[in-house]
């Protein structure tokens, strides 16, 4: 157990403190330590091997947000201070609680995304931000069609996650991430666009929906294709651009699906804008056509953080499900680490 916990995170937050404990300690050192790996909570998370230990720390530092066993006697429970608990089940049916309750025996990325949605902020606590630097963004975009670009935009997640803290953020209708990931989501960019409209986005609602694959962190694409053709571009540009403010990623990562209900003023955000094309005369107009447009609306100035790009052909997909590691250790991939390696060097690092 950390008996002084450190208050300033990393990134520059402010840190508050989350205390776990449950009659097996093992499972609270085990979480303890996987959330204090995790740059997206706010919360120094302490690991208690006692109830006697829990209720003297409070004394001294009351707790911001306490999970605990379902076996822990709640009597007991009454000499501890903390704001906000929630209970840690062993069971998945949960009847009649008013305590917000979690089932323990589940991933410890799932806890965590269930702890950050049911975890409430204080209004005096909004200002407990983010002082780091803005997060660099990158746009992936094409007007070509079937170029390779989402196949890119992941391999170059994964590779840029090796070494930086990177969110991935699918724009795509129907990406089929689902599928390529085998995971089942329950919460999506659909949730974050719904609590951003409410005024509700919060450190905690984004930590909510993220998931990871290969060191990278991800939003799953939005539940329904009506989320994001509902969506104006304003609003979309003005919730990123408070996640790049928050400075918790080195890059923010978007694969960007198409430029319907004014989506230019994401394409503003972006730092880099990496554009596949491919070499028929279709794709060639297609691209000029878009150089124009850029040119008659005003905004000739993003052509020059445009980085057109020719990418290998992608090769057989034997199975869906390796298709990520595939892109990751083939062509696709050789071909982002050698770009990577290229601009670093004109960049003189």
């Given at each position: 157990m950390t008996e002084e916990p450190d208050m300033a995170g990393k990134g520059g937050f402010m840190k508050r403190i989350m205390g776990v404990y449950d009659v097996d300690p093992f499972y609270a050192d085990r979480f303890a330590e996987f959330a204090n790996q995790k740059e997206r909570i706010p919360f120094t998370v302490v690991a208690f091997t006692g109830i006697a230990k829990l209720q003297a720390f409070t004394q001294k530092q009351p707790l911001e947000l306490l999970l605990v066993g379902d076996e822990v006697d709640r009597e007991q429970l009454a000499q501890v201070k903390a704001e906000q608990v929630i209970r840690l089940s062993e069971s998945r049916e949960i009847v009649g609680e008013e305590t917000p309750v979690i089932y323990k025996y589940q991933a410890s990325d799932a806890v965590l995304r269930e702890v950050m949605a049911y975890y409430q902020v204080r209004p005096e606590q909004t200002a407990l931000t983010a002082v780091g630097t803005k997060s660099m963004i990158m746009g992936v975009y094409s007007p070509v069609n079937r170029c390779g670009k989402t196949g890119f935009c992941l391999t170059l997640g994964q590779i840029l996650a090796r070494e930086s803290r990177v969110l991935f953020l699918s724009l795509e209708e129907h990406s089929g991430l689902s599928r390529l990931t085998g995971t089942v989501y329950t919460a999506?960019?659909?949730?974050?666009?719904?609590?951003?409209?409410?005024?509700?986005?919060?450190?905690?609602?984004?930590?909510s929906v993220l998931y990871n694959w290969g060191g990278m962190d991800y939003i799953p694409p939005a539940a329904y294709a009506e989320d994001l053709a509902e969506l104006r571009g304003e609003e979309l540009g003005e919730m990123i651009a408070r996640i790049a403010a928050d400075g918790i990623y080195e890059v923010i990562l978007a694969d960007i699906g198409h430029l319907g209900r004014g989506m230019e003023p994401l394409l503003e955000l972006c730092d880099i804008i990496y554009t596949p094309v491919k070499e028929d005369c279709v794709s060639a107009a297609k691209l000029e056509a878009w150089q124009e447009y850029l040119d008659r609306s005003g905004r000739s100035h993003l052509w020059e953080r445009v980085r057109l790009l020719k990418l290998p052909r992608p090769g057989i997909v034997w199975q869906t499900e390796t298709y990520l590691e595939q892109l990751l250790w083939g062509e696709m991939g050789d071909f982002v680490r050698t770009m990577l390696k290229g601009q670093r060097g004109e960049d003189g690092m």
């Open positions: 999506s960019l659909s949730n974050l666009i719904y609590k951003y409209r409410e005024g509700g986005y919060t450190h905690m609602s984004l930590g």
